[in-house]
């Protein structure tokens, strides 16, 4: 039974008093009427012809009026409710119009709460870890429980049977943040050698399924279509939380981040945002905080539940810290995103597409003028959201294996290898072989000089995780 259904059922007794017998749903939407259905009861009456039934919002005064009861005692009122929460009181009047009393056993109100049907959503986006450390998201916030969705990957290092130090990662994180490293990590899932019947080459074929029922526990399914094997695993809502020794390896991590960052500011001139991040550090004492609640735990369930909520908190100040890193390249780069997005848009696009990327430009323009990089990060993943909609990736990644061939730069110790590369890349593209082109792309992109602009820190690749194509 829903919690807000209140069944009021009143058993008559040996009283010559009167009785309600009330069901009506107690949560629902303010401003929209709500029906309650009832009974009056009682053994002194036969019929109820002639009786009547009112309503007053206690706090409001606002009254349904004398509604006729039917023969049989029923009657329906539509109420309206005002406020949060609402009483409201009910009177029975006799055939004669005369007020009866109810018995103290009976109810004799309706009280009615603001609220919304039991819809169970997912409370936060749920994504992979991929080798380039981007987030490859399976579900997000919002999405309505039970959950299915199902995803092709390819595996990018090889699993030999029986060997333990081979094996396949796949990190699940919490969190919308582009590098997965950077939102919460609830789970890893491990295929190692000594699981694996058969040995699985590199560049397999791998679906990955995964279900989240209304109890938000998550399933995931990874099926090897090469070997035609399946690894199943599990991760119940809330199931690390109750481990300490996980929370104080996430609070180690976000601490080393911590401390990372600082070094980072003090080697610069940091603006006023900046500030103002690393001084609510400071001022509410978040990382003393989940120490304290840390040491607590032993003895304090609810302890290690207001850890991990402010390890969480931390982490999301120090990636809003990161954001402000580097933005002069940014927003050069953005910039020429842009550029490239309106040709694709110009060329490709319908009257909606360039009003959407019209939409974006101007809002974008706004950002980057009042210097919320926040908000410029979200509306380059909503250019490049115009662009995937109306460019191939195929066609993407053609386009970027052509510049790589013609204009980048490459060490002169890497000649050979990167005209041998060209050469393959060149028939790839002659081919139309999206596999293929895919391949030599990485390759060379990993071998190009970077220029200056590029992002001091190279971009990580785990060997040992899955890859979208």
Do not use: W
């Not at 309505?144 to 396949?168: C, R, W």
């Not at 040995?199 to 791998?206: Q, R």
């Not at 399933?219 to 119940?236: A, H, P, T, Y």
């Not at 002169?412 to 593209?429: H, M, P, T, Y």
Request: proline share 2%; hydrophobic share 35%; with cysteine.
């Amino acid at each position: 039974m829903y919690a807000g259904t209140v069944p009021d059922h009143y058993i008559p007794g040996k009283s010559d008093n009167f009785g309600l017998d009330l069901d009506y749903k107690g949560t629902g939407p303010i401003y929209e009427n709500f029906i309650v259905k009832g009974k009056v009861l009682s053994n002194k009456v036969k019929t109820f012809e002639g009786f009547s039934i009112e309503s007053i919002n206690v706090k409001t005064k606002r009254s349904t009026g004398k509604i006729a009861v039917g023969n049989d005692g029923s009657f329906v009122f539509e109420l309206y409710p005002e406020d949060e929460i609402n009483k409201f009181s009910i009177k029975v009047y006799d055939s004669a119009g005369t007020l009866v009393e109810l018995d103290e056993e009976s109810a004799n109100s309706i009280e009615y709460k603001v609220g919304h049907d039991q819809v169970i959503i997912l409370p936060h986006t749920i994504g992979l870890g991929l080798a380039d450390d981007s987030l490859f998201v399976l579900a997000k916030e919002g999405s309505v429980l039970p959950y299915h969705t199902m995803e092709v990957f390819k595996t990018t290092s090889k699993v030999t049977a029986g060997d333990d130090d081979s094996y396949i990662s796949i990190p699940v994180y919490n969190g919308t943040a582009n590098r997965a490293s950077n939102n919460s990590l609830v789970g890893e899932l491990l295929i190692g050698g000594e699981k694996v019947k058969k040995s699985i080459s590199e560049k397999s074929d791998v679906t990955f399924t995964v279900e989240i029922d209304r109890s938000r526990d998550m399933k995931f399914d990874v099926f090897v279509l090469d070997s035609g094997e399946r690894f199943q695993f599990n991760i119940f809502e809330y199931d690390n939380l109750d481990d300490p020794d996980l929370i104080k390896r996430k609070f180690k991590e976000v601490i080393n981040k911590y401390e990372s960052i600082k070094s980072k500011c003090h080697m610069m001139i940091v603006n006023d945002k900046i500030d103002a991040y690393l001084n609510q550090i400071e001022e509410e004492n978040i990382i003393g905080n989940i120490s304290d609640f840390i040491e607590r735990s032993e003895n304090d369930e609810d302890a290690i539940y207001q850890a991990n909520k402010l390890i969480k908190k931390l982490n999301e100040i120090l990636i809003n810290i990161e954001s402000y890193f580097g933005q002069k390249n940014k927003i050069k780069n953005i910039r020429s995103l842009r550029n490239y997005v309106k040709d694709v848009v110009d060329d490709k696009g319908n009257y909606e597409d360039k009003e959407r990327f019209e939409r974006i430009s101007d809002q974008l323009d706004e950002a980057i003028d009042n210097k919320d990089y926040i908000k410029v990060d979200k509306l380059e993943d909503a250019l490049k959201e115009v662009k995937d909609d109306l460019v191939d990736p195929c066609e993407q990644n053609k386009l970027a294996l052509n510049y790589l061939i013609r204009f980048a730069d490459y060490e002169d110790e890497d000649e050979e290898l990167v005209n041998d590369l060209k050469k393959e890349g060149r028939k790839a593209i002659f081919d139309n072989s999206c596999y293929r082109i895919h391949n030599v792309l990485v390759q060379l992109a990993s071998l190009r000089i970077r220029d200056d602009e590029d992002d001091d820190k190279e971009d990580p690749f785990y060997e040992n995780r899955l890859q979208k194509y």
